[in-house]
C-alpha cells in the first residue's frame, strides 16, 4: 500500500502558504537558510499554489494527514541506515552531518537536518532538488551509495514532508506507546517464509501497520531470519530464534522454533518417547519445563551420563575438583538410587565448593591485586577473597550477600566488602558493574546515547550512577589510579548530572522512579531492597542464569549478562519458574545448585544421539567445555602428586585458593585467567589456543611435575605391577574411569615396548592429560 500524508484536514491553502511562509522567515531569523533559497519558497508556494494540491494529486490514500518527523521521517532514516552507528549516527557523525543514534532524539535531527549548514540538505521550492533526496537516490555523490529509489514509499514520504513545509515535531504530536509484533511466536518448519504483522499503537489512540517502515535483526541467522520487510525465513536447521522488530524507540519480539523433526509419523514417535522418558524420571520442576520444550522443537535428550562421569562432571562443577581413584571407586560401587542427589549435597559441604565459587564471584566483583604493591595489596584481596568464601560457605542469603557489598563503608579491615569500592571509583564503574553483575543487563551504551536494542536511556544510566553519587572515601590516595587501602563513608552530598541536559539526575533503579529518601537515607540501601524484591524482573532471574550456564554451559539467556527484549531466553517460562522458586525460598545459593545438579538435563551424557545431533540450545545433551585454568592447573597437581608452588604463598596452596589475579602463574594466564578488569565473565576465556597446544606440549610445569621424584609418575613406575594394573591406575587417575579393553591392550603393548618403565609411565601419564576427555568436563 502506498503512503500519502496531506497537511491537516480543515486547513485551508491560503492557510498553509501562511504557514510556510511563517516556517521560512524564522529560518531568515536564524540565520540558517540562504535567503534567497527563501524567497524562491516563498515565490514559488503563491505562484503555483497549494502544495498539498499536488501531493494530494500524487496520494490520496492517506488524506487528512500530515506527516510528523517523530514517527514518520525518523523511522526512514533509521530503516535506511542513516542514522547508524557506521553512518551519520556515529558520535562524530559522518562528513560533517550528524543524526542521533537510531533516531533517539528527534528534535536534535530536526534541528541538524533541516537548519544545519543554512538549511541547505532540503529545498521546499522544489522537494525532488533537496539535497537528502539527491544523495539517497544517487543522482549526486553519496558515500552510503543509492538507498532509494524515486518511485518509493519512502522518497514520497520524505518529498511530501518537504513540501509539506518540513514541519518540526510539537510537543502535542502522538507518540509511540508500543509496538505489537504477529504472530509473537510460531513452530516453523524448515526452508519455509510467512510474513509478520509490525503494528504501532500512539499515544492518541490510533494504530498503524508499520511492518514496511520497522527494522528487523535476528540473534540465529543459521535458524531463521527477516528481510527489511518483516517477512522470515527459516533456514535448514532446526532450533530456536528470535526476530527483534523495531519502530522508532519501541521493539517488540517475536519467538521462532524450527523442530528437529517434522514429518507426522517420526513426530509421533518422538512425542511417544518423550512421554515414556518424562514417566520413568519423575520430573523435577526443571525437567518439567525441559521436556515441554523438547516436545515442541521434536527433540530427544541423550541417555543418562554413566556413573563415572557423572562423579567427574558434578566434582569438578560444584567443588573444581577432579575425584580420587578412591572417591571413584566408593561412587561406582554404591547401589543406591538416590546416589546422585547424595553426592551432591556432599560435594556442597566440601571446603573446596566455596573455594571454587569464591573465585568466581572474585572475578566477577573485580577482587584485583594488580597495579599493588605485593605487600600493600594482599590484605585486602585476601580478605575480601576470605569475606567471599566465608559467605558462600555459610550459604549466606544471596540478596544478603549483595546487600553487604553495594551497602559497604569502612576499611578493608573492618569490612571486607568495601574492597569491591577500590575497583569500581567512577560513575561509569558504579553503574555498569551493577548492571552487568547483579542485573544482567549490558548498559553501557546508554553512557552516550540512548541504548540501541533497549529501553535504557541516558537518564536511566545516570539515575543509577546518582545512586552512588555521595560515596565518599578517606585515607590511602584516593585520588590516584589504583589506590591503596581507604575508608568508604556515605558523604552528605552528592550529586550526578545528565551530561547533555546538565540537569541534576535523582537516584533512581533501572526502569523505576526516582528513589524517595529522607534526609540520611542511603541510596544503596534502596537500590538493594528495590533488588531484593521478588517482583524485580533481572536480580533472580539474573542469577539463575547464571548458576544455570556454570553448570549447563549455556545461560537461558546466552551471554549471561545481557539480558534484553531483543536477546529473550531459550526457555522464558523455566527461567521464570527458576526465579520465583530462588526468591521465595530466601534467594538460597545451594537450594538454587541442588535443583539445578539433580535434573535430568544435568545428568544426561555428552554424547548426541539422532535426536539431538546438532543441539546446542535446549540442553538435551549436556555441552562439554575446557576445564578452566585454575581447574586444570590445580587437576594436574592432583594428578600427578605434585603441588604447584605460588609465590608468597605457602606450599600446598590451589590455584582456586589464590587471593586475586595477581599472583604469578603463567600457565593460569596462558589457560586464561581473566585481568578482572570488568564485571564480564566473559573476560576469562575458555577457548582452546595455539599456545595453549604449546603448552601442552612443552610445558616446563608438567615437565617438572612427571619428573619429580616424589610424584606419582615415579611411584607408578616404582611399584610392582603388571602393565594392565599400570594402565588400569592411570586411566582411573587421570580420567576418572578404567580404560576400555581397547585402550588397555593399546596401553598394556606401549608400557611393554619402553625398556624404561619410568620413562614409560611418564609418557603415558603424559599422553593422557593431553586427551579431551581430560582438558573438558563432560
Partial sequence: MKRAFLPAAGNSDEAYRIDTIRIALRMVSAHRL??????????????????????????????????????????????????????????????????????????????????????????????????????????????????IDSSS????????????????????????????????????????????????????????????????????????????????KTANRPGLFAVMARFGDKVATFRGAVPFVTDPQRKARVDSELARLEKDAQASLVDRFLFRQWRRLAVIPSPPADDAAFLRRASIDICGTL??????????????????AALVDRLLERPEYAEYFAVKWA????????????????????????????????????????????????????????????????????????????????????????????????????????VFGRIGRKGGFADAEVPTDETIFLADSGQVRHPRTGEIEPPRA???????????????????????????????????????????????????????????????????????DFATHGYDVKRLVRMITTSMAYGVSSEPVDGNRGDTQTFA??????????????????????????????????????????????????????ARQTACECERVDAPSLNQALELINSSEIQRKLSAPEGFAARLAAESKSSKETAALAFVRVLGRPPSPDESKAAVAFLESEPDRVEASRSLLWSLLATAE????H
Fill in 34 to 147: 540562504k535567503f534567497m533559497k527563501i524567497v524562491a519558497t516563498i515565490v514559488a508556494i503563491f505562484m503555483h499554489g497549494s502544495i498539498s494540491q499536488n501531493v494530494h494529486a500524487e496520494n490520496g490514500e492517506r488524506g487528512g494527514e500530515s506527516i510528523r518527523f517523530g514517527t514518520d521521517i525518523v523511522p526512514i532514516l533509521t530503516r535506511l541506515g542513516c542514522n547508524g552507528g557506521g553512518c551519520h549516527g556515529k558520535a562524530s557523525g559522518q562528513n560533517g552531518f550528524m543524526l542521533s543514534l537510531l533516531g533517539f532524539e528527534p528534535e536534535f535531527d530536526y534541528q541538524t537536518l533541516v537548519h544545519e549548514d543554512r538549511g541547505r540538505r532540503i529545498f521546499p521550492a522544489d522537494p525532488d532538488r533537496s539535497l537528502i533526496l539527491l544523495k539517497a537516490t544517487g543522482r549526486v555523490p553519496h558515500g552510503g551509495g543509492r538507498l
Fill in 153 to 232: 514509499d519512502d522518497y514520497r514520504v520524505l518529498r511530501n514532508w518537504i513540501a509539506q513545509g518540513a514541519l518540526p515535531p510539537a510537543a502535542d504530536d502522538p507518540r509511540i506507546e508500543r509496538i505489537e509484533i504477529a504472530p509473537a511466536e510460531a513452530i516453523l518448519e524448515r526452508n519455509r517464509e510467512f510474513a509478520l504483522k509490525v503494528t504501532a499503537f500512539f499515544s492518541d489512540g490510533s494504530s498503524r501497520d508499520v511492518t514496511e517502515q520497522a527494522v528487523y535483526q535476528t540473534n540465529e541467522p543459521a535458524v531463521g531470519s527477516a528481510d527489511s520487510e518483516g517477512k522470515v
Fill in 323 to 340: 575425584p580420587t581413584p578412591e572417591e571413584t571407586a566408593t561412587f561406582l560401587a554404591d547401589d543406591r538410587p538416590d546416589k546422585r
Fill in 363 to 466: 572475578d566477577i566483583l573485580r577482587n584485583r591485586g594488580s597495579g599493588y604493591s605485593t605487600s600493600r595489596q594482599r590484605p585486602g584481596t585476601t580478605l575480601f577473597a576470605g569475606w567471599i568464601r566465608d559467605s558462600l560457605a555459610e550459604n549466606k542469603p544471596y540478596d544478603r550477600f549483595v546487600t553487604e557489598i553495594l551497602t559497604a563503608t569502612g576499611s578493608q579491615t573492618e569490612n571486607p566488602p568495601t574492597v569491591w569500592y577500590r575497583s569500581v571509583r567512577k560513575s561509569s564503574d558504579y553503574v555498569e558493574s551493577v548492571a552487568q553483575a547483579f542485573l544482567g543487563v549490558r548498559i553501557q551504551c546508554a553512557q552516550c546515547h540512548h541504548h540501541p536494542s533497549e529501553s535504557w536511556s541516558q537518564s536511566d544510566y545516570y539515575g543509577l550512577a546518582a
Fill in 510 to 580: 533501572l526502569g523505576s522512579g526516582p528513589f524517595r529518601l529522607s534526609a540520611g537515607d542511603d541510596p544503596r540501601g534502596r537500590l538493594a531492597e528495590w533488588m531484593s524484591d521478588p517482583t524485580n524482573p533481572f536480580f533472580a532471574r539474573t542469577m539463575v542464569n547464571r548458576m544455570w550456564a556454570h553448570f549447563l554451559g549455556r545461560g537461558l539467556i546466552h551471554p549471561v549478562d545481557d539480558a534484553r527484549s531483543t536477546n529473550p531466553p531459550t526457555d522464558p517460562e523455566l527461567l521464570d519458574a527458576l526465579a520465583n
Fill in 621 to 674: 545433551r549436556f555441552y562439554p567445555r575446557r576445564l578452566s585454568a585454575e581447574v586444570l592447573l590445580d587437576g594436574l597437581s592432583q594428578v600427578l602428586g605434585v603441588p604447584t608452588p605460588f609465590p608468597g604463598l605457602p606450599p600446598g596452596t590451589r590455584a582456586i585458593q589464590l587471593p586475586d589475579e595477581n599472583v604469578a602463574a603463567p600457565f593460569l594466564d596462558i589457560f586464561g585467567r581473566p
Fill in 774 to 777: 581430560f582438558l573438558f568436563n
